[in-house]
């Protein structure tokens, strides 16, 4: 087991590789994200508000979006009040319009909200497979995750759509095809796909129509069977006779899709402007002594812009101050040697 590690402009990629299987899991840390809540971490927060509508408690965390302590997590807690200080641990990051869901550990006797303790996502790896080594290399096939169409070598492609509810897996064979072949083939690309690309919640496969019923249940024993090589807690339903199967992946944080791409599929204005800069720092090495100008979307030089993060000194400091930033219609770098 080995832990890759590529330090780029504004984010830090990690792959878990395992020997012949290659990369098993990717992962993200986004310098813009630094010191927001992470599940594991524990905070000092203060009580924002109450609902009792949906038994929830509302918490300021300091950093981000409020917190959300629903009742049940708070068993052991005095009667929640407005302007209450106490310790909670974040059991699932923010994500989309939902804050991070929290459970109550202590009063607390801070006087302001906080970030008590926590891990970076790198101690959380290493933590996690105390046996595998760290090393410094470029990442190959990272960027796979922003895909929806994947080719399967037995004539069927897979495609993967996230939605708010579910991710939506489907199946869909080529004329050049066996159904059951496709199916065995997608039940374990499903799965290793859910795991490298962090996915959870819940997922749905659309699997070919098989007819034979020992077919349908050699598809679902696949899938089962694969998802037991998860590390995460997975729970899978019954094949239904629509040929579809359901299955659960604990979910802590936010897929890498969630934290590249927009709701529409398409990659953010970060994702834009952190994609120039590193592609500029390739282009930089690769051309030595050459002036560069890069090319932006307005969205995505707006947020480099105004962004806390002085991304562009760290370009400087890579490749030298030869270079500027213009807005362009697609990411692109010119050389004026």
């Known amino acids: ?106 009063v607390s006797e801070a006087d302001k909200s906080a970030r008590v303790s926590g891990d970076t996502l790198e101690d959380i790896l290493t933590a996690r497979y105390p046996n595998a080594k760290v090393t410094d290399t470029h990442i190959e096939g990272f960027d796979m995750c922003r895909e929806r169409e994947f080719a399967m070598g037995e004539g069927g492609v897979l495609t993967i759509e996230p939605t708010r509810a579910v991710t939506a897996i489907d199946v869909d064979t080529h004329i050049s095809g066996k159904k059951r072949d496709v199916a065995m083939a997608a039940a374990k690309t499903a799965a290793r796909f859910v795991r490298l690309f962090g996915i959870g919640g819940l997922v749905l496969v659309d699997f070919p129509s098989l007819r034979k019923k020992n077919e349908r249940q050699q598809c679902w024993t696949a899938l089962s069977n694969a998802l037991d090589n998860d590390p995460a807690v997975t729970k899978i339903a019954p094949m239904s006779r629509f040929g579809t199967v359901e299955f ?76 500027k930033i213009e807005t362009g219609p697609i990411i692109d770098v010119a050389s004026d040697r």
């Open 248 to 323: 659960t992946r604990q979910k802590s944080g936010q897929s890498l899709t969630q934290m590249q791409l927009d709701r529409h599929g398409l990659p953010t204005a970060e994702t834009k402007a952190l994609d120039g800069l590193n592609r500029l720092i390739a282009e930089g090495r690769a051309n030595a002594g050459a002036q560069l100008t890069l090319y932006m979307p307005p969205a995505a030089r707006d947020w480099l812009a105004s962004s806390k993060l002085d991304l562009t000194a760290q370009v400087s400091e890579k490749i030298g101050a030869r270079f």
């Open 1 to 106: 087991m080995i832990i890759q590690r590529e330090k780029r402009i504004g984010e830090t990629r990690y792959a878990l590789v395992q020997g012949k299987l290659g990369a098993v899991e990717y992962h993200l840390e986004r310098d813009s994200a630094a010191g927001r809540p992470r599940a594991g971490d524990i905070f000092d927060a203060r009580v924002t508000s109450m609902d009792k509508a949906i038994s929830a408690a509302f918490l300021d965390l300091g950093n981000g979006p409020n917190g959300f302590l629903n009742f049940t997590l708070a068993e052991n807690a005095p009667r929640l009040r407005e302007g209450l200080m106490i310790r909670v641990q974040i059991l699932r990051e923010a994500e989309a319009e939902k804050g991070p869901v929290v459970k109550f550990l202590s």
